[in-house]
């Protein structure tokens, strides 16, 4: 990650949004603690990074990236942006993000999402032309959600077996945020498999996680930490190995911890280098 990018885009939204005391207050920072991070001394943690991006209204993905949406540069444009029609939207993507994960991706009903986001049917055709446009930018958002999530936990994370363990965690399909992704995640397979624009959305997401888990090898092996080798054959193993794995889980064939143990004894036998 680029560190002294992403001082330069926390400073910009942090100045944007206000004083730095008060936005420190805001997000529960420390001001000595956030000024040693805007100067390269301290790394910012994941859940700042995340708190300050949820207040200064720009997202995550351009905090960590520069990808996405920046800060504005007025108070009155930030009211704005917190408002309609981009918070109704959100509650939309979200409603409907909830439903596919709940109901199923065919079985969410346009007057279903509105119920749920607390608006009407009216308000959702304004913003998504017909529901495979809603369904379809939900399923795109639930990727959006998992990288951004991923990225912000790994952004203080430097040692390479530290990196794989806290990957393959947030890869568990367990609890109120990931088990619902996983649900999605799978009918995203299912469709990609009779729908091709669906194809497009889960190369790309598999390809992220793929490539996040091979930088993550290649950086381990380099470092002395994992076994030498074919390194994208083995992060091609290993995705695998978590995909089956997490089908097991959220079908009920396995469990998460039997998840778990099998995840550790491929990192220690196979990835992992004896520390002796």
């Known amino acids: 990650m680029d560190d002294d990018g992403l001082r330069h885009r926390v400073r910009a939204a942090i100045d944007a949004a206000g004083s730095r005391r008060r936005v420190a207050a805001a997000v ?15 790394r910012f943690t994941p859940d700042e990074l995340d708190r300050i991006a ?17 800060p504005v ?5 930030l009211i704005a942006a917190r408002t309609e029609p981009d918070d109704a939207r959100k509650r939309i993507l979200d409603a409907a993000w909830t439903l596919i994960a709940t109901r199923g991706y065919h079985r969410v009903r346009i007057a279903d999402v509105a119920e749920s986001a607390g608006t009407s049917s009216a308000t959702v055709h304004y913003h998504f032309a017909d529901k495979d446009a809603l369904l379809d930018e939900a399923l795109r958002h639930n990727v959006e959600l998992a990288h951004d999530r991923q990225a912000a936990a790994l952004a203080a994370v430097d040692d390479p077996l530290e990196r794989l363990e806290t990957l393959l965690d947030l890869q568990m399909p367990e609890g109120p945020v990931l088990e619902p992704e996983w649900s999605i995640w799978m009918q995203v397979w299912v469709e990609a498999l009779t729908e091709p624009r669906h194809r497009d959305l889960y190369a790309r ?6 490539r996040t888990v091979l930088m993550t090898l ?11 080798g074919d390194q994208t054959l083995r992060a091609r193993q290993l995705t695998a190995l978590v995909d089956g794995l997490g089908v097991g889980v959220m079908t009920g064939a396995a469990t998460p911890a039997q998840m778990r143990a099998a995840l550790r004894d491929f990192t220690t036998c196979i990835v992992r280098k004896d520390p002796s």
Do not use: I, M, Y
């Open 28 to 42: 529960g920072l420390d001001e000595t603690k956030l000024s040693k991070s805007l100067a390269g001394r301290r």
């Open 54 to 70: 949820a207040h200064t209204g720009v997202g995550l993905t351009w905090l960590l990236r520069g990808e996405g949406r920046p």
């Open 73 to 77: 540069t007025a108070a009155s444009d």
């Open 205 to 210: 997401g598999q390809d992220r996680w793929f």
């Open 218 to 228: 290649e950086s381990g092996a380099r470092a002395g930490v994992f076994h030498d």
